[in-house]
């Protein structure tokens, strides 16, 4: 592979899964009609004068406050799941420091129409503090509150009963199966617990992979001291493969507190990881300040942020950006211990925007849930200056007759798509000659030659995309059936 002018922290991916195509010539990439984005070096074979840069998340202010008396300041573990055209936000509630597993611990539920606007709906179906007027849907069912994590199985053929899946428990209890048919009201699938190698004392991430055809769970582990990420497999989520560590490359090893990797909603192929990253002891505030702010005289000793990885499958996390995804903000009660914790799971608010979700002012009086919004397949674009540059991609088989792109230009900029033969020439109707200048902000613009859009006669043959580029963002592209 050739780079020129390339970011620092672009790694090239280690030995793929099994599964997995290798891009050689012998052997393009099959894409089919999905979509890609350029999270990493997969489909890139050459640079020059493009960089991928990490976008930036925008703040979109507090969801919901922690603030009924059975939530409070230990609130934590939020998974965001967009159940048809309803938002729901799992969480831990827990008012009062106790240690992992206690009896205090519960699981909440606030809802949404729009993943904007929450409510907290009373449902009646645990007691706690004395009232049923709350929104806990687990309760009295310790250590399990600890990190319930739900995720939806809504595929064809999955009883409707278990629709909703989930997994929690601490090292002491392993982790439990859950299920249930509406979100609400649960129960275990059954006593004994369905994985029980591993610390399991953060967030245990369960999901369904149609890449590899499977249920995958994330979980914590430890290693040499580091809080560490490994995974394990099942095809009914009751029995699970042994646990494999999950590495990062040649990258260095972090406390990853939280992993929180899920199936990104437009290319469910593509994992996608916004982790919390842990560094223990590195203390920012003094103790005056903490008073001043009023956290737990417990939480203030060590500082976190969030990262932004993917995975394809396998143990292998690429972590093309070592920088912060989301850096905390500004006042002293964005850097205390625990705090910029990114709940899981993106989830799109509309067409043009994606939301996550962060758990922040974490230990304080004013603990909450905050909403950071993204461009739709914004994590990361790959960028060309005024003065231009080339993406090449490696060579690839696709199926479909349009090809789409999701990108930005400057009134002063553009796009231009060559397609290529696996040895880099233009093909005939298809040169950068041929191309149509795209120029705009569009999430799924389709590309023209001289000739037109229909790109069918080149579908199953190997090609490779040449991307000319002035002062311009891509985002993803896909092949698609129009």
């Given at each position: 592979?050739?780079?020129?002018?390339?970011?620092?922290?672009?790694?090239?991916?280690?030995?793929?899964?099994?599964?997995?195509?290798?891009?050689?010539?012998?052997?393009?990439?099959d894409?089919?009609?999905?979509?890609?984005?350029?999270?990493?070096?997969?489909?890139?074979?050459?640079?020059?004068?493009?960089?991928?840069?990490?976008?930036?998340?925008?703040?979109?202010g507090i969801?919901f406050?922690?603030?009924?008396?059975?939530?409070?300041?230990f609130?934590?573990?939020?998974?965001?799941?967009?159940?048809?055209?309803?938002?729901?936000?799992?969480?831990?509630g827990?008012?009062?420091?106790?240690?992992?597993g206690?009896?205090?611990?519960?699981?909440?539920?606030?809802?949404?129409?729009?993943?904007?606007t929450?409510?907290?709906?009373?449902?009646?179906?645990?007691?706690?503090?004395?009232?049923?007027?709350?929104?806990?849907?687990?309760?009295?069912?310790?250590?399990?509150?600890?990190?319930?994590?739900?995720?939806?199985?809504?595929?064809e053929g999955?009883?409707?009963?278990?629709?909703?899946?989930?997994?929690?428990?601490?090292?002491?209890?392993?982790?439990?199966?859950?299920?249930?048919?509406?979100?609400?009201?649960?129960?275990?699938?059954?006593?004994?617990?369905?994985?029980?190698?591993?610390?399991?004392?953060?967030?245990?991430?369960?999901?369904?992979?149609?890449?590899?055809?499977?249920?995958?769970?994330?979980f914590?582990?430890?290693?040499?001291?580091?809080?560490?990420?490994?995974?394990?497999?099942?095809?009914?989520?009751?029995?699970?493969?042994?646990?494999?560590?999950?590495?990062?490359?040649?990258?260095?090893?972090?406390?990853?507190?939280?992993?929180?990797?899920?199936?990104?909603?437009?290319?469910?192929?593509?994992?996608?990881?916004?982790a919390?990253?842990?560094?223990p002891?590195?203390?920012?505030?003094?103790?005056?300040q903490?008073?001043?702010?009023?956290?737990?005289?417990?939480?203030?000793?060590?500082?976190?942020?969030?990262?932004?990885?993917?995975?394809?499958?396998?143990?292998?996390?690429?972590?093309?950006?070592?920088?912060?995804?989301?850096?905390?903000?500004?006042?002293?009660?964005?850097?205390?211990?625990?705090?910029?914790?990114?709940?899981?799971?993106?989830?799109?608010?509309?067409?043009?925007e994606?939301?996550?979700?962060?758990?922040?002012?974490?230990?304080?009086?004013?603990?909450?849930?905050?909403?950071?919004?993204?461009?739709?397949?914004?994590?990361?674009?790959?960028?060309?200056?005024?003065?231009?540059?080339?993406?090449?991609?490696?060579?690839?088989?696709?199926?479909?007759?349009?090809?789409?792109?999701?990108?930005?230009?400057?009134?002063?900029?553009?796009?231009?798509?060559?397609?290529?033969?696996?040895?880099?020439?233009?093909?005939?109707?298809?040169?950068?000659?041929?191309?149509?200048?795209?120029?705009?902000?569009?999430i799924?613009?389709?590309?023209?030659?001289?000739?037109?859009?229909?790109?069918?006669?080149?579908?199953?043959?190997?090609?490779?995309?040449?991307?000319?580029?002035?002062?311009a963002?891509?985002?993803?592209?896909?092949?698609?059936?129009?």
């Amino acid at each position: 592979m050739r780079y020129s002018l390339l970011r620092p922290a672009i790694v090239l991916l280690t030995a793929a899964t099994c599964w997995q195509a290798s891009a050689t010539a012998a052997e393009p990439i099959d894409i089919g009609s999905r979509r890609e984005l350029f999270v990493d070096d997969y489909l890139i074979d050459q640079l020059n004068n493009v960089r991928l840069e990490l976008q930036k998340p925008h703040d979109e202010g507090i969801a919901f406050n922690f603030d009924q008396p059975w939530e409070g300041a230990f609130c934590g573990y939020a998974t965001i799941i967009k159940n048809g055209d309803k938002y729901l936000t799992y969480y831990r509630g827990l008012p009062l420091p106790r240690a992992d597993g206690s009896e205090r611990e519960t699981t909440c539920v606030a809802t949404s129409d729009d993943g904007v606007t929450w409510t907290k709906p009373t449902l009646g179906i645990y007691g706690v503090d004395d009232t049923k007027e709350n929104n806990v849907i687990l309760a009295e069912n310790a250590p399990l509150s600890h990190n319930f994590c739900p995720m939806l199985d809504d595929r064809e053929g999955v009883p409707s009963e278990q629709r909703f899946k989930a997994l929690g428990g601490t090292g002491s209890s392993g982790l439990v199966a859950f299920v249930s048919a509406d979100g609400f009201t649960w129960h275990k699938l059954r006593e004994e617990p369905v994985i029980t190698k591993g610390a399991f004392d953060s967030q245990n991430v369960p999901l369904w992979s149609e890449q590899e055809n499977c249920y995958v769970c994330y979980f914590r582990v430890f290693v040499d001291g580091i809080r560490r990420i490994s995974r394990c497999t099942s095809t009914d989520f009751v029995h699970w493969s042994d646990p494999v560590l999950m590495d990062y490359g040649d990258k260095p090893i972090e406390h990853l507190y939280t992993n929180q990797t899920g199936t990104y909603f437009r290319a469910p192929h593509l994992y996608v990881a916004i982790a919390a990253r842990f560094f223990p002891g590195k203390r920012v505030l003094s103790e005056t300040q903490a008073k001043a702010i009023n956290v737990d005289p417990g939480y203030f000793n060590d500082c976190s942020d969030a990262i932004f990885m993917t995975s394809r499958g396998g143990s292998h996390y690429d972590r093309t950006f070592m920088e912060g995804f989301l850096k905390p903000g500004i006042g002293l009660e964005n850097w205390v211990s625990r705090t910029n914790y990114p709940a899981l799971n993106v989830v799109p608010i509309n067409k043009h925007e994606m939301s996550f979700y962060v758990n922040q002012n974490y230990g304080q009086p004013t603990a909450h849930l905050r909403r950071y919004s993204l461009r739709t397949d914004g994590f990361v674009a790959a960028t060309a200056p005024y003065t231009g540059g080339e993406l090449i991609t490696k060579p690839f088989i696709f199926s479909g007759n349009e090809l789409e792109l999701n990108f930005a230009t400057s009134a002063a900029g553009s796009i231009r798509v060559e397609i290529q033969t696996v040895d880099g020439q233009p093909i005939e109707g298809f040169s950068a000659d041929d191309a149509v200048e795209t120029i705009g902000n569009e999430i799924d613009r389709t590309v023209h030659w001289n000739s037109g859009s229909d790109v069918s006669s080149l579908a199953a043959k190997p090609v490779r995309l040449r991307f000319v580029m002035h002062d311009a963002e891509l985002f993803s592209f896909r092949f698609a059936y129009n």
